[in-house]
């Protein structure tokens, strides 16, 4: 497992019995978490300190219990990136910190590329409010940011404004992801890496259902014919307990491999536990890369 062990503004201090108890900036969130299935007592003494503690309802959804006075907003700091944090009716903050590990993976496969004076193209899918969006820009890339929800775009624009990267070469686009990616091809525009974080299950705008498992493969091979004719990478994330790491790496072999070669790895991706000195399992990445210059 790869744990995102860069943060100094994000903080997972404890975890037990089903919830997270989290320190974003100075504000304590406790939240549940399915993988959390172990019960072996609170053993920080900051859980009776937390600002708000979101509840699951047996019906769906939640909300959240505020116990303490708390900004409805604020930002965080990763590393050279400005992040705007806000607590939603879905339990999200805006920002998954997991996925930093990647965002640094990206940093470093871009910058190998941009030092050498290479123009690099990327194009996130599901990109949600934008992390990996903004930390691929950050490294030189031109990148294209794509996500059904035009409040998570927005979300997105005003991270890259916050991380001082409003001007730099972005382009922030509402729209289903797969049809997006097929105008791109008949367009003939090819991108050198492609990030997708797709959801584990949906309903489309005409009450089709979208569940990953089933829809994986036919994804992948679409996104195939969009790359450029020498990418470097692309990455595909999954929260889907029942899609293991192995199968979307499979996927990436038959699918982009055979193509163009290269390599492919996986693992899942955790957070540290302070507390504990434990890791908690955050869903999994699926990597293919034109060549290896880090070992998952």
């Not at 019995?17 to 959390?36: I, K, S």
């Not at 949906?202 to 089709?208: D, L």
């Not at 982009?256 to 540290?272: A, H, Q, W, Y």
């Amino acid at each position: 497992m790869r744990a995102a062990n860069g943060w100094q503004d994000y903080e997972l201090i404890d975890a037990t019995d089903g919830n997270r108890l989290e320190r974003w900036g100075d504000t304590l969130l406790v939240r549940p978490d399915p993988q959390v299935v172990w019960k072996t007592g609170e053993t920080s003494p900051l859980w009776s300190k937390a600002n708000a503690v979101y509840h699951r309802s047996a019906k769906g959804g939640g909300q959240w219990e505020y116990r303490r006075k708390m900004p409805e907003k604020w930002k965080i700091r990763y590393r050279d990136l400005q992040l705007v944090v806000s607590p939603t009716g879905f339990k999200h903050t805006g920002v998954f910190p997991e996925q930093a590990v990647n965002w640094d993976w990206y940093t470093q496969k871009i910058g190998e590329q941009t030092a050498q004076g290479r123009s690099v193209q990327v194009l996130n899918l599901f990109g949600y409010t934008g992390g990996a969006t903004l930390a691929c820009a950050q490294a030189g890339a031109k990148v294209c940011h794509v996500d059904a929800s035009k409040g998570m775009v927005a979300w997105g624009r005003e991270n890259a404004a916050a991380s001082g990267l409003a001007q730099h070469p972005i382009r922030w686009i509402v729209d289903d992801c797969a049809k997006f990616v097929a105008r791109e091809i008949r367009r003939g525009v090819r991108y050198d890496g492609i990030i997708m974080d797709p959801p584990s299950y949906g309903r489309g705008p005409g009450g089709e259902v979208w569940k990953l498992e089933d829809c994986i493969d036919e994804l992948i091979a679409l996104c195939s014919g969009v790359l450029s004719e020498a990418p470097l990478f692309v990455a595909v994330n999954s929260y889907t307990t029942g899609l293991s790491p192995s199968v979307m790496e499979y996927i990436l072999r038959e699918r982009v491999g055979k193509r163009f070669g290269g390599v492919t790895s996986c693992d899942e991706i955790g957070l540290p536990v302070t507390a504990t000195g434990g890791v908690v399992p955050c869903g999994a990445t699926a990597i293919w890369e034109a060549a290896r210059t880090s070992v998952l």
